[in-house]
């Protein structure tokens, strides 16, 4: 082996002293060398098998195959969970509020992605509910959903603006037949909420129609009764008009029941109508629709009155609430002795 590594002719045997002689090295040399070469073929063919491709534990082409539950579970992570979306009632009144009332609700089903626009779930929902498109119209509690935004685009977390939840819930509007009239209501006892003695709500509201061009002013009040309790005929509207952006405007009563809304140019240049509740009847006098007190005592409102009785601050009058509003709902001590006994 040795003569063969270092070219070396066989031939009669040699002592290792002929060898070393031969090869002119020195004993500790020649074992140096031998150990540096023994060292660098060790490390070579340690390599060697380092880089050697491992046997698989299963073939290729199985390791290549998908599967079926990972598929399933990977496609139901992409996809939405059933959305929820409700329908408003036929008809003139469009607004939505805490007190729209919604005669029909469904589920999408089909399953619909976050990167989805709002024009391709609008579609999905008019194939399965058999309707047109054009009366698939989505809005928010308070904002309109326009096609080009994106279903990921309809949560925030914000409380107030119904788009809070995920996956979001929408509502549906059918098209406008004519043109949508805005009416603002301001804060007032009248619209107010009560129960049990206290105060449920007391805010701004703003009304929505779908009026015609030649929808007369006393049919628009018989909207807005229909929804705020008011009679018609106590009704006082204003009509906020603009021509262009660059003025402010005017201001027209539309104190003529008999006129129609084109009368008024309002398809065209209203911003919103006005509403107030006009404190006297035809005739000039005071219409007492609440309860008073005059030298005779005390006159509780009319039968027919909408005024929520509650809303009363005098706490005086004999049909008072038992519940005083300025008084909270509990005190701790009378929790504490209650719950010792």
């Given at each position: ?5 270092f ?41 060697a ?8 534990a ?16 990977a ?14 009632e ?14 029909k ?6 399953g619909?992605s976050?990167q ?9 929902i008019a ?18 959903l ?7 685009d ?11 939840d ?12 004519g043109?949508?009239?805005y ?22 509201r703003?009304?929505i129609?779908?009026v ?18 008011i ?8 009509a906020?008009?603009r ?17 129609v ?6 398809q065209q ?27 005779e ?12 009785l ?13 519940a ?18």
């Open positions: 082996f040795w003569l063969k590594r070219g070396l002719q066989p031939g009669p045997p040699l002592g290792l002293s002929h060898i070393m002689a031969s090869l002119g090295e020195e004993p500790g040399i020649l074992g140096a060398r031998l150990l540096d070469a023994e060292v660098a073929r060790l490390r070579a063919a340690k390599e098998l380092a880089n050697k491709p491992k046997a698989l299963v073939p290729g082409e199985q390791m290549l195959r998908i599967d079926a539950g990972q598929l399933k579970a496609k139901d992570a992409e996809l939405l969970k059933p959305m929820r979306v409700r329908f408003i036929e008809g003139p009144d469009r607004t939505i509020d805490q007190f729209t009332k919604y005669p609700e469904c589920k999408l089903e089909g619909m976050a989805q626009t709002v024009l391709e779930l609008r579609q999905a194939e399965q509910e058999l309707l047109p498109l054009e009366d698939i119209n989505l809005f928010g509690q308070n904002t309109v326009t096609d080009r935004l994106a279903i990921a309809l949560y925030v977390d914000w409380m107030g603006f119904g788009l809070e995920w996956p979001p819930r929408v509502i549906s509007k059918p098209r406008v037949r043109f949508e009239i009416v603002d209501v301001p804060a007032c006892r009248d619209t107010s909420i009560w129960e049990a003695g206290r105060m449920q709500s007391y805010f701004d703003q009304l129609f779908d015609l061009p030649d929808t007369k002013v006393a049919e628009l009040k018989a909207m807005i009764a229909s929804r705020l309790g009679p018609a005929k106590r009704h006082k509207l204003t906020h008009l021509e262009t952006l660059r003025d402010s405007g005017c201001y027209v009563v539309l104190d003529d029941d008999n006129k809304m084109s009368d008024f140019s309002l240049h209203c911003v919103a109508v006005k509403f107030e509740k006009s404190m006297f009847d035809e005739s000039g006098e005071f219409v007492f629709d609440d309860a008073y007190w005059d030298e005592g005390y006159h509780p409102p009319p039968a027919n009155s909408w005024i929520p509650d809303s009363l601050c005098d706490r005086r009058r004999p049909d008072a609430q038992k005083d509003p300025n008084q909270p709902l509990s005190i701790a001590s009378d929790r504490r002795n209650a719950a010792q006994h």
